[in-house]
């Protein structure tokens, strides 16, 4: 470790407040916030024409002031240590610091990249030990990836905007994961259901003779006839395969004597699970917390990076959470084995340490997600975190110790029962018990609970359930579907108060309903032997936690990979989740079919798969990158060519159908919009009216008649406007009718204003192609609401707040200590809601309607609910004064494209007055100027003579403005000097973004 000052970067400001508490005094830890250079944005930035693959690197647009302090504490250092996260994407980021540190000779020979895989003193100071240099493999496995997202990127999405719409995009590995999506839903709605009906029925367990035992009930399912198995094709259980086979059964089954005819019991062994994995993490923590993928990213980030334990101070409690192995270090078995025969007895604790195999393509690089320290249990930190983060925690602890915890045995017992009635109708029950918890004493996979069967003797003789008795059971369910409806208003009530505890100070918090309890009727059985209809079921829409197993099965991208994909296909709205499924969009289909049917090899998922063994040898050094890049290129420039001149061109698209318009009975027409597919009808006119002016029709109107009808075709439309109003309007189907039209509009031709006008007759009627939307009416559309969205950085659920640039998601934590800056744009869906225009009470001067607020390109204003007929907007004007500069116009509040406000004369264009200054309606005392304004600066807000020469403070400010721009210096005069100015109140504090809005990035410099 070195003995002078020592410089110390990571990625993120939380890990560097952790990381600076356990090197003392000599270090200085400072933070790149993520990658400092990439590609650049207006220009593929990829060397293709030598093929040498060689990408542009620019200091990414915002990262200059960072790069700038990095390199100003970089040169007082006598060593540099690059401490990213321990993956390809960390080992990048060192690269590219090195290479904006290390510029020169000496200053490369005090760059060392040091990883860790948990953030511990001892780990950390241990990394620090043994210090490389950049593993250049790491660097070309990252750096190909990038190249080959890029090149498909930039060189597939021109081609969208072209043939589809402005604006999309095409991803590599995410167009696969649609890929899936889609097909799915294709599959789905070319399933055809398997009718088949399953027998059951109740039985009591036989008398043992005491007077004083009640008879058990169980139920037994239908497995055959005579030893032979009931099946029905596609369906996996015993099954009839239609009603009049189950009524027989059913019928003969009532009558028949039942008997035991065997009863095996044996043991099963069930072995602990192995330790989480990224994507074992993402599925747990979906199924058993509810968490989406974003949401357990998150919360897994701030565990790795540190929390605040008191005493303790700030460490990791979770290992490096991007991963595919489930290998565990010796240290971390050792002290789980202590913990478990302390806490649980020898009983639980195996003779030797469990293993567990990683899957076939893992790169391993890294340990399998565990705690920092197995005998830190979630109770005793649990003061210390968030409700997500205990949550989190708790569940890898507690795999973690599970994983070396002893298997669960189970007594699994099988009874066989036969309905004798001439034929041999058989049946058949199955139940386990627990006979040791093992590893289940801590930790549940399975979600279902243990059947346990009554006592049930070989060879004993039962009954069916009386009527009287299936009653009762019925009752039983009754009750039991109650108490959940219970538990799930308790649940949902939890919710809105955690909701409400959430809510900005002042807003509007959510009504708590009261408890309703459901008519549930008495679901009482028709017989002790019943058969019910079913039909086979198509496969279950992808949720996060399903599709990231899909993508991991497949190879399709890697676990530091999984959650960006998720959240890129949504947030290009290629996909959209209901009730937690993944639907995917007309837009997302139409993209996905013509990059398949175009690119039939790249978006191949085979081919996917391999490309990222590829990226596992590159980073192993088995493979040169440029290599790989070559073999891909090949291809895709090929499919790049056909596609450019096959490509289906959606945007032009018009197909027949034999939809009929709703107005005119013309057939519809299936066209292409901004937001999808759309029905329109064929009578629609693009053509533009054709004016007719008088004198040319009174001198010659053969001649008009015939440059109309060469221009459009009849039906038309003879209009005569004044202002704006129609006064004279009838529709023509020939010649004739054509010039007896014109000629009726010419009369009172005299009218002031009048202006006549021939157009085609077009029908504008248009209606939604429902089909291809993702069909709402099913249950999971009926029950789905708005879904939360969780902070990619720490997990917490954003709020709605409000800048000058509009509404926007937040991070809560933006105040913390390091802050969470995290922000995010609105979905589109959020932003229709936000744009849906606000009733504000008032009512418009003009035409009487309501008055809504709306949002605009440059923020909210205030207009007439009857636009566009009445244009009103409402203006905030300053009372009591007139324009100075043309004495008609007043003096209004106006936004700038930038979001700046400035005030200026509601007369414009005609007066072009403006004043970045409030104007306030009072004479200048000194040279009788109409208007002062009102000025804030640092020192104060003061009122002014606009004919005032500017203070210093002023000055300054625009000459570093103008400098920044690389303006010259103004050499404006002013006509008329006035000295007045008068101190009116304090400044106001600086803006935050509670008031303001976030902050923009560029301008962050480190915590120091």
């Known amino acids: 470790m070195a003995t002078g000052k020592s410089l110390v970067i990571v990625e993120s400001p939380a890990k560097a407040k952790t990381i600076e508490k356990y090197l003392g005094k000599g270090f200085e830890v400072l933070a790149s916030v993520g990658h400092i250079m ?61 290479m904006q540190l290390g510029t020169s000779a000496k200053d490369k020979k005090k760059i060392h990249r040091v990883t860790f895989n948990e953030i511990t003193k001892k780990a950390v100071q241990d990394a620090f030990q043994h210090a490389r240099d950049v593993d250049q493999n790491l660097v070309y ?21 072209d043939k589809v719409r402005r604006g999309l995009s095409a991803g590599r590995v995410q167009t696969v994961a649609v890929r899936l999506i889609v097909e799915r839903e294709r599959e789905i709605g070319a399933f055809k259901p398997v009718e088949y009906w399953t027998i ?23 497995v055959g006839i005579d030893g032979e198995r009931a099946s029905v094709e596609t369906v996996s259980a015993p099954a009839v395969p239609n009603e009049t086979i189950a009524r027989e059964i059913v019928e003969a089954s009532t009558k028949a004597q039942w008997v035991v005819r065997g009863v095996e019991k044996k043991e099963r062994k069930k072995s602990s699970p192995a330790p989480f994995t990224t994507s074992s993490l993402q599925q747990q923590a979906a199924a058993k917390l509810g968490f989406n993928v974003r949401r357990t990213m998150g919360v897994a980030q701030r565990l790795y990076e540190g929390i605040d334990l008191g005493a303790e101070g700030t460490t990791g409690l979770i290992t490096y959470m991007r991963t595919d192995s489930t290998r565990v270090a010796p240290d971390a078995i050792a002290a789980a084995r202590e913990f478990i025969g302390k806490e649980f007895g020898a009983s639980y604790l195996p003779a030797q340490p469990n293993t567990f195999k990683s899957k076939k393509d893992a790169q391993d690089a890294h340990e399998a997600i565990r705690p920092t320290d197995p005998s830190r249990h979630p109770d005793r930190v649990k003061q210390y975190l968030t409700s997500e983060q205990l949550k989190l925690y708790r569940l890898v602890w507690q795999r973690f110790i599970a994983s070396q915890m002893m298997p669960a045995l189970f007594d699994v017992t099988t009874v066989d ?11 058949r029950i199955s139940g386990s018990q627990v006979k040791f918890d093992g590893y289940r004493r801590l930790y549940q996979v399975e979600d279902e609970e ?32 109650l108490e959940r409806a219970r538990r799930k208003y308790a649940t949902d009530i939890a919710k809105i108060e955690a909701r409400n505890e959430r809510a900005e100070e002042g807003g509007e918090l959510e009504p708590i309903p009261s408890f309703e309890e459901p008519k549930i009727e008495l679901a009482m059985r028709p017989g002790a032997v019943d058969t019910v209809q079913k039909f086979t079921e198509p496969p279950p829409r992808f949720n996060e936690a399903s599709l990231v197993k899909t993508l991991e099965e497949k190879g399709i991208g890697r676990p530091s990979t999984y959650a960006s994909i998720i959240n890129t296909i949504q947030d290009r709205e290629y996909v959209t989740k209901i009730a937690g499924r993944f639907y995917p969009t007309e837009i997302g289909m139409v993209v996905c079919d013509l990059l398949v049917k175009n690119f039939p090899y790249i978006f191949d998922v085979a081919y996917t798969a391999r490309l990222e063994e590829e990226l596992d040898d590159i980073e192993d050094g088995k493979e040169q990158w440029t290599d790989l890049l070559k073999g891909f290129y090949g291809y895709f420039e090929e499919e790049l060519i056909d ?19 709703e107005v005119c009975g013309s057939p519809l027409v299936l066209k292409w919009g901004k937001f999808g597919s759309f029905y329109s009808c064929s009578n629609f006119s693009k053509k533009k009216p054709m004016a007719v002016a008088v004198g040319p029709w009174k001198k010659d109107s053969d001649a008009v008649v015939k440059k109309v009808t060469g221009e459009l075709n009849f039906p038309m439309t003879v209009r005569a406007k004044v202002d704006d109003s129609d006064v004279f309007s009838r529709e023509v189907k020939n010649v004739r009718e054509l010039s007896a039209a014109i000629d009726d509009a010419v009369v009172d031709a005299a009218a002031k204003g009048k202006k006549i006008s021939v157009e085609q007759w077009s029908c504008d009627f248009t209606k939604e192609n429902f089909a291809a939307k993702p069909d709402l009416n099913t249950p999971e559309g009926q029950e789905a609401g708005e879904q939360e969205e969780y902070c990619d950085n720490c997990g917490r659920v954003m709020v709605l707040k409000r800048g000058i640039f509009g509404p926007y998601m937040a991070c809560p934590g933006f105040n913390d200590d390091p802050p969470c800056k995290t922000i995010r744009k609105l979905s589109s869906k959020q932003q229709q809601k936000q744009n849906a225009p606000q009733p504000t009470g008032e009512n418009c001067p003009v035409c009487g309607k309501a008055l809504v607020l709306r949002q605009g390109a440059y923020g909210e204003f205030v207009s007439c609910s009857g636009y566009p007929k009445c244009k009103y907007i409402k203006q905030n004007l300053i009372e009591g004064l007139k324009c100075p500069k043309c004495g008609v116009g007043d003096i209004a509040e106006r936004k700038a494209r930038r979001g700046n406000v400035f005030w200026g004369c509601t007369n414009y264009p005609k007066c072009d007055f403006t004043s970045n200054y409030k104007p306030v309606a009072q004479q200048c005392p000194e040279c009788k ?18 004919n005032k020469k500017k203070s210093a403070e002023e000055e300054a400010a625009a000459a570093k403005k103008r400098a920044k721009k ?43």
Not at 68 to 87: G, M, S, V
Not at 152 to 160: A, E, K, R, T, W
Request: with cysteine.
């Open 38 to 98: 990439d590609l650049p944005k207006n220009d593929i930035g990829v060397e293709l024409k030598k093929r040498t693959f060689e990408p542009t690197l620019i200091v990414s647009p915002g990262k200059e002031k960072v790069v700038a302090q990095l390199k100003k504490a970089a040169a007082k250092a006598d060593e540099i240590y690059l401490a990213p996260d321990p993956d390809r994407e960390g080992e990048a980021i060192a690269y590219h610091l090195a």
């Open 141 to 161: 496995a990252q750096q190909t990836r990038r190249v080959l997202d890029r090149l498909v990127g930039y060189q597939i999405s021109p081609l969208l905007w």
């Open 200 to 222: 059951d029925a109740v039985l009591q367990t036989p008398k043992t003779g005491v007077q004083t035992s009640q008879p058990e009930y169980f139920t037994a399912r239908f």
């Open 417 to 427: 029962i036969d309905a004798v009635n001439g034929k041999r109708y058989n049946f």
């Open 450 to 481: 243990d059947v346990i069967l009554p006592e049930i003797p070989n060879g004993s003789k039962l009954s069916l359930a009386t009527p009287e008795q299936l009653r009762k059971l019925a009752e039983i369910d009754r009750n039991e579907k």
């Open 643 to 661: 596609a450019s001149k096959n490509m289906e061109n959606i945007k032009r698209m018009e197909t027949m159908t034999d939809e009929k318009c």
């Open 929 to 946: 100027s109409p208007y002062l304004v009102e000025k804030v600066l640092k020192s104060g807000i003061y009122l002014e003579c606009p």
């Open 966 to 1008: 690389g303006a010259p210096a103004s050499e404006e005069k002013a006509t008329v000097v006035c000295s007045y100015s008068k101190r009116i109140g304090d400044a106001p504090p600086p803006p935050t973004a509670e008031t303001h809005g976030p902050v923009v990035e560029k301008d962050e410099l480190q915590p120091v």
